[in-house]
């Protein structure tokens, strides 16, 4: 699994580790998010919500 995706995916939450809920999270944390899933989708990989 490429590096960039694995941190995709943690930037999004797992199953054992899951994202806080999107009210909680703060712009910056927003805007972390989604350049995290545009650099994985860029990368051929899919959005990791959408499983």
Do not use: I
Request: charged fraction near 30%.
């Amino acid at each position: 699994m490429r590096e960039s995706y694995r941190r995709a995916w943690d930037a999004a939450g797992s199953p054992t580790q899951p994202a806080p809920p999107l009210a909680e999270w703060s712009e910056e944390d927003a805007a972390t998010d989604r350049a995290r899933r545009a650099l994985a989708e860029s990368e051929g990989f899919p959005d990791p919500s959408g499983f």
